[in-house]
């Protein structure tokens, strides 16, 4: 089978370009929501990223084997780079009316609050310190503002109880998220799925972790599961990185030309798909 290229030299390349648009992004703040949420979104995604590389290099740095890297943590970052995206989308690439905006806000921000008083509560905090009160405030203005929403008050009785219980920070609609289109729905519901064994420690998180398995033992073995991670990663930092500079089009100047076209380059899923190929081709030698 063809040997796999783990390319973590594209990853940090991105990296570089993702701090380069940061520090110019000092001197300039945003000016309205969508580009305010967008840039701590960005920096998120740009921190995760860096995060891969550091274990990366931490872990060749003290022997030139693979099978020492932490996987289960590049895997588990990379998942969050992916909710970082789609978080990302949701509040500022979707194509919504001010409506619908100030909904996801008021939602976003309701359970913002909710989740504070909770975990106050089970850290055994006074819930009417400073802290707690400025919560409850947010959270009972957030509700306000909510059932003042045409979105809100059109959903049932049910998913409403749903929203105010804290079950959701998100509600993309009945129609769901839509999917950004990179990679197959399959192959994108198999890539977050086997990223999540990592994040809840499931059986295959913990048999895939480091070399307690076998390369070629299974489709997901620790090589596998690192190759994926770099490539997924790589694939969703140039996604945001190219978002980010349509959303705040004055920052593209802090890159050069040669650096948009490696981005653009870069957003390519041909990859991951020869991977699935190549990897069905092993199997039926």
């Known amino acids: 089978m063809e040997k796999l290229q783990i390319r973590v030299n594209v990853l940090n390349q991105l990296s570089k370009i993702a701090k380069k648009i940061t520090i110019h992004d000092h001197s300039k703040q ?17 921190l995760g990223a860096r ?17 020492l890297l932490d996987a289960s943590s590049i895997a588990s970052i990379t998942r969050d780079i992916i909710e970082g995206h789609t978080v990302f989308q949701y509040l500022c690439i979707d194509n919504i009316t001010e ?3 100030d909904f ?13 008083i909770k975990l106050s509560r089970l850290f055994g905090f006074d819930e009417n310190d400073q802290f707690n009160y400025a919560m409850h405030l ?45 990679i197959s729905p399959e192959t994108e519901s198999g890539i977050y799925r086997l990223f999540s064994t990592s994040v809840h420690t499931l059986p295959l998180g913990v048999s ?27 694939l969703y930092l140039a996604l945001t990185i190219k978002s980010y500079l349509n959303l705040r089009r004055h920052l593209a100047q802090s890159i050069t ?7 653009k380059e870069v957003l390519d899923s041909r990859l991951i798909e020869k991977w699935v190929q190549l990897r069905k081709e092993y199997v039926e030698r």
Do not use: C
């Open 99 to 101: 409506n619908e905006l």
């Open 138 to 182: 947010q959270k009972k203005i957030s509700a306000m503002s909510l059932e003042k929403n045409a979105i809100f008050n059109a959903l049932d009785r049910k998913t409403q109880k749903r929203l105010l219980d804290g079950e959701k920070a998100y509600y993309w609609g009945t129609n769901g998220r839509k999917k950004v289109g990179l």
């Open 208 to 234: 895939n972790s480091n070399e307690g398995v076998l390369p070629g033992h299974t489709h997901f073995d620790q090589l596998n599961l690192i190759f994926l991670s770099v490539e997924v990663a790589s």
């Open 30 to 46: 945003p000016t309205i929501i969508r580009t305010y949420y967008a840039k701590h979104l960005f920096n998120k995604i740009a």
């Open 104 to 116: 996801r806000l008021n939602l976003m921000s309701y359970h913002h609050g909710y989740d504070v």
């Open 257 to 263: 030309s040669n650096e948009k076209k490696y981005i």
């Open 51 to 67: 995060s891969i590389l550091a274990i990366i290099k931490a872990g060749l740095s003290e022997s030139e084997e693979i099978q």
